[in-house]
């Protein structure tokens, strides 16, 4: 039994072994990976970005809307309780 688990994972080590890279391998793909990226210009739409203030605004008026209500209708509540 041991004699057949052992073969079984003869050929995961073998490849795993010929996969590997060594230290300084990895440490040299890295900075290459870093130096074939150039610096690319962006361009932004100006529409785009107002278009996001303007849901921004009205995102946090509705926020400012439901807190003022959960506030008014907590005072409320307490009021009636307290009275």
């Known amino acids: 039994m ?20 060594s230290v300084s391998e990895k440490i040299i793909a890295r900075y290459q990976a870093k130096d074939t990226e150039t610096n690319q210009t ?11 203030v303007k849901l921004n605004e009205k995102s946090e008026s509705r926020k ?15 009021g009636f309780i307290i009275f």
């Open 42 to 52: 962006k361009s932004t739409d100006i529409n785009v970005l107002l278009n996001r």
């Open 2 to 21: 041991i004699n057949i688990a052992k073969k079984s994972r003869e050929w995961l080590n073998d490849i795993m072994k010929n996969n590997t890279f």
């Open 64 to 78: 400012k809307l439901y807190f003022s209500a959960a506030a008014s209708a907590g005072l409320f509540l307490f």
